[in-house]
């Protein structure tokens, strides 16, 4: 079932797009590096159960089900093209990983049931409005105690990085990517309830700067 949301932007803006979004994000946008940052700031060494929100091609689910061999692993994106690519993936790394169609602002999952809940470069794709919306699901899906950790863009470190998230700004739209580039995601993460938040660090990219922000469920 393919869901109908008339603001919903794909991995790359078109649906064509989406097949070589692998490949764009690894040459250009340093995946490996801050996709291994973000599961090595993950704090709880033996988690349960992890959920990815927005996990595209599955790559990060991936990681983290290597990672953590015991733990549960979900993700899920309401874009049914990238979750086939990502079912294909799983399914040669011989690894079982839950994905789900869904909506990051209607999380299907029981209250308190998650340890970490991740997200990498899905909240840009957001409006200020459903950004809030989604961090409320992600508290409420999470264990209390729990942690949530973003890889997203943040305020670039240089003004040629500025210049260069321009690129993005146009593919994902300017209304949504303005408080990334604003720096904005640390204190709207604070708002929505979360705990020691801490921007963990920014890698400038040839897009942009990608910032790691680390919080908790109090
Ligand atoms: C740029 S891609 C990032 C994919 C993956 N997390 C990664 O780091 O490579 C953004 C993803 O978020 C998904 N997405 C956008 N809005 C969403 C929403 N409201 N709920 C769930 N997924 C969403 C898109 O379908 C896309 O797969």
Request: glycine share 6%; net charge positive; with cysteine.
């Amino acid at each position: 079932m393919k869901i109908q949301n008339p603001n919903y932007i794909p991995a790359l803006k078109y649906n064509w797009l989406t097949r070589f979004y692998d490949k764009l994000i690894s040459k250009f946008l340093k995946e490996k590096v801050w996709k291994e940052l973000l599961i090595a700031s993950i704090i709880n060494h033996r988690p349960e159960r992890i959920l990815d929100v927005g996990c595209g091609t599955a790559t990060l689910a991936i990681m983290l089900q290597k990672e953590f061999p015991g733990a549960s692993v979900s993700g899920i994106d309401g874009d049914v093209k990238i979750l086939a690519i990502a079912d294909k993936k799983i399914k040669e790394a011989k690894l079982n990983i839950n994905l789900k169609e869904a909506l990051s602002f209607k999380l299907p999952f029981a209250d308190n049931h998650f340890d970490v809940v991740l997200s990498s470069l899905m909240l840009h794709h957001l409006s200020d409005d459903d950004k809030k919306k989604t961090f409320h699901e992600i508290i409420r899906v999470l264990k209390p105690g729990g942690q949530f950790v973003v890889a997203d863009w943040g305020k670039p470190n240089s003004i040629f990085i500025r210049w260069l998230f321009y690129i993005v700004q146009l593919l994902d739209g300017f209304s949504t990517t303005k408080s990334n580039v604003k720096g904005l995601l640390p204190s709207m993460i604070i708002d929505a309830d979360f705990v020691a938040v801490k921007e963990l660090q920014r890698i400038p990219t040839m897009m942009g700067s990608i910032s790691i922000i680390s919080s908790k469920k109090s």
